[in-house]
């Protein structure tokens, strides 16, 4: 890893994603975790405030990136849930078959190289009727837009941890196997539109 990756992207992926509508996302979504909960991407521990002690039992935090470690210590120690980090990729979770009650990932599956093995994993460890709570970034509508993000992602794949722009979260997540509640998909208010379509819901392992 070099100075880049190491001290320049986790930074930037902290405050991006540390903004006002990212964080109106996040408020909205993960108060939703309940029992043993699973996040995949914790990075700088931007979704921690959101876990209500009241009904996260234990939290286990998986995130690859040491540097993103090292950023959420402090909001670690403000939390008044118990954490565990992993220190892994998601393509390979290192807990046993339906022993997580909620998954969480947000702006993480953008990233992982083979994502559909990634949410084969989610659904492995989460017991059946388990929550799966998801947010990203992805392929918009509208096909003028899907052009540019594709034609895009190859160079923002270099520069931005590996981000794919063009991936369609919520048939992704279908063909996974979870049964979908509720989606919520839009443009956010700021950004260009190519880097902008948000989808967030919730699943369940069936």
């Known amino acids: 890893m070099g100075f880049y990756e190491n001290h320049i ?14 964080r109106r996302i996040r ?10 909960v699973l996040e995949i991407g914790a990075g700088s521990g931007l979704n921690f405030p959101f876990y209500s002690p009241n ?24 939390l ?4 565990e ?34 949410l084969a994993e ?25 052009r540019w993000q594709r034609r895009l992602t190859p160079l923002w794949r270099k520069v931005a941890g590996g981000c794919h722009l063009d991936r369609a979260t919520t048939e992704r997540v279908r063909a996974s196997g979870f049964v979908l509640e509720e989606v919520e998909s839009g443009y956010l208010s700021r950004g260009p539109r190519w880097a902008s379509f948000n989808t967030a819901g919730r699943a369940r392992r069936p």
Do not use: N
């Open 9 to 22: 992207l986790p930074r930037a992926i902290h405050l991006v994603c540390g903004t006002e509508a990212f």
């Open 27 to 36: 408020a909205r979504w993960v108060p939703g975790a309940t029992g043993r």
């Open 55 to 78: 009904r996260v039992e234990r939290l286990v935090a998986l995130e690859p990136s040491a540097a993103l470690r090292r950023k959420a210590g402090p909001t670690t120690e403000q």
């Open 80 to 83: 008044a849930v118990p954490v």
């Open 85 to 118: 980090w992993i220190d892994c990729g998601a393509e390979d979770i290192p807990l046993e078959d339906a022993s997580i009650d909620t998954v969480v990932v947000t702006y993480t599956l953008c990233s992982i190289e083979d994502d559909r093995r990634a």
């Open 122 to 146: 989610m659904r492995r460890v989460l017991r059946p009727g388990g929550l799966l709570i998801f947010s990203e970034h992805g392929a918009a509508p509208e096909a003028r837009v899907l």
